[in-house]
Structures are given as C-alpha cells and as structure tokens.
C-alpha cells in the first residue's frame, strides 16, 4: 500500500484538479471552525468582518493593510505586528489579494482563504508549502 501511496504522489495533477482539493480543504477548514465564507468563481473564499466605507481600491491602486498570513494547520508564515502597516501596489501582489482587498472598502476587514493557484501555486516560498491553501486575515487602511 505506501507503494502506491508514494507513487500518486509523484503524478501531476491538472490545475482544475488542484483547485478541486483545495476548495475541499478549504470547506473543511470553515466546517471545521463553524465558518461560513463567500465563494468566487476562482475559488477565494472570503468573509467580510467589517465592510468599512469610503469605497474600494483598484487593481491599480496602492493599499495599505494590517495583515496576518497563515497555513490551514495554523502556522503563521507573515503580519504586521503592532501598529506597523505594510504598504503595497495591488497590481505587485499574489492573485487571490488582487481579488480579495477590492471587496473591502477602507477600514474593512476580512478573512480571505486563497486555494493554492490565488497564492504561489506549486512553488514553495520560503515557510509556504507547494500547492498551499493560504489564509489572510487583512485590514484596508488606506488606498490611493
């Protein structure tokens, strides 16, 4: 049996495929917490905690966020601490931010859970795994 274990886990999965397990993992992970998330067409879950006011960034826009990034298992991989902040142009960051941090206004904040192809897909980025479901907890402060 680990034979055939470790041999699928050598076999490449489609892209469609991936998006399958991880949209499974991510429901799971919401079940599992007593979550309920929105579901775009790509697969980002999100959950809006406070819908803030003064509209929303663009793609083109440069944001300035509190953030906190962690793993399903809970490990933290990167935040702001404090009172820092982190100031980025959307257009710079992985896909499931681009889509995420619009559906905020400034002030909002949220928990967006990203399967694998909205983050670093079959890379792993230092702490980050390959084919990681990634959750953001992030706070607009402000957009220009």
């Keep these: 049996l680990s034979a055939l274990t470790l041999s699928s886990c050598d076999k490449e999965i489609s892209a469609a495929e991936q998006l399958e397990q991880d949209v499974e993992k991510i429901k799971k ?11 775009t067409p790509s697969g980002l879950h999100h959950i809006i905690t406070e819908t803030g006011s003064g509209g929303a960034p663009t793609i083109q826009s440069t944001v300035t966020v509190k953030y906190k990034g962690y793993l399903l298992d809970g490990t933290i991989f990167d935040q702001t601490t404090g009172s820092q902040t982190a100031t980025f142009p959307l257009a710079n960051l992985i ?3 681009q889509e ?3 559906l905020l206004q400034k ?3 949220g928990t967006f859970l990203l399967p694998s192809a909205l983050g670093y897909g079959p890379n792993q980025v230092g702490p980050i795994p390959a084919n990681s479901v990634l959750i953001f907890e ?3 402060i402000d957009f220009h």
């Excluded at 992970?29 to 579901?39: C, E, G, H, P, V």
């Design 138 to 140: 992030i706070e607009l």
């Design 100 to 102: 995420g941090i619009p």
């Design 107 to 109: 002030g909002g904040k």
């Design 29 to 39: 992970y919401l079940a599992d917490n007593n979550l309920t998330a929105i579901a």
């Design 95 to 97: 896909s499931g931010w």
